[in-house]
T-cell receptor
Framework: GQNIDQPTEMTATEGAIVQINCTYQ??????LFWYQQHAGEAPTFLSY??LDGLEEKGRFSSFLSRSKGYSYLLLKELQMKDSASYLC??????????WGAGTKLIIKP | GAVVSQHPSRVICKSGTSVKIECRSL??????MFWYRQFPKKSLMLMAT?????????EQGVEKDKFLINHASLTLSTLTVTSAHPEDSSFYIC??????????????FGPGTRLTVL
């Protein structure tokens, strides 16, 4: 079966760095997405990785290792507004998104 | 950037009534639109995939007669929850995949519709 695993909840301090991990097992792979979702709102796109390596976009970076079925989202210089759920999603061979359950990130002052 | 709208954003209805939710891609054409539902503190669950001009493909366990999907044009898809019951109360989110992606199979999400059935 297809499976996406990510931690349920993480806590970090304002100004610090946090890494959210995601492991996956899917039928085929056409890229991995990270989305941010604030409570009561729809997800917003953060990053897309299809090749191994690190993609950096401002305070956010995303890493992919296809051989290990592993990705992480790195958030630097955390701000209170970064408190949200972070969803990992993999696009399978049918170009369908398989979603993880999301990681709730709590930022403390 | 690509914008997807949903209407209404919130709806409260009585049990047994039907509710229609519209999903529109405002500045691009979408070959495919997706309908998700999300329960509190849970991830998105894909309900169905709709392609313009053809019947929607429903995920296992989703009743096609209860959740009617019409993808009338390349910019509009509608989800009708028929004979709604309290257990249908949820956050319904649509997303749209552009006609031309340039290699990135990205989906753009609407803001969601909060349905409460009394």
């Amino acid at each position: 079966g297809q499976n996406i695993d990510q931690p349920t909840e993480m806590t970090a301090t304002e100004g610090a760095i946090v890494q959210i991990n995601c492991t996956y097992q899917t039928s085929g792979f056409n890229g991995l997405f990270w989305y941010q979702q604030h409570a009561g709102e729809a997800p917003t796109f953060l990053s897309y990785n299809v090749l191994d390596g690190l993609e950096e976009k401002g305070r956010f970076s995303s890493f992919l290792s296809r051989s290990k079925g592993y990705s992480y989202l790195l958030l630097k210089e955390l701000q209170m507004k970064d408190s949200a759920s972070y969803l990992c999603a993999v696009m399978d061979s049918n170009y369908q998104l398989i979603w993880g359950a999301g990681t709730k990130l709590i930022i403390k002052p | 950037g690509a914008v997807v709208s949903q209407h209404p954003s919130r709806v409260i209805c009585k049990s047994g009534t039907s509710v229609k939710i519209e999903c529109r891609s405002l500045d691009f054409q979408a070959t495919t639109m997706f309908w998700y539902r999300q329960f509190p503190k849970k991830s998105l669950m894909l309900m169905a995939t709709s392609n313009e001009g053809s019947k929607a493909t429903y995920e296992q366990g989703v009743e096609k007669d209860k959740f009617l999907i019409n993808h009338a044009s390349l910019t509009l898809s509608t989800l009708t929850v028929t004979s709604a019951h309290p257990e249908d109360s949820s956050f319904y989110i649509c997303s749209a995949r552009p006609l031309v992606t340039g290699g990135l199979e990205e989906q753009f999400f609407g803001p969601g519709t909060r349905l409460t059935v009394l």
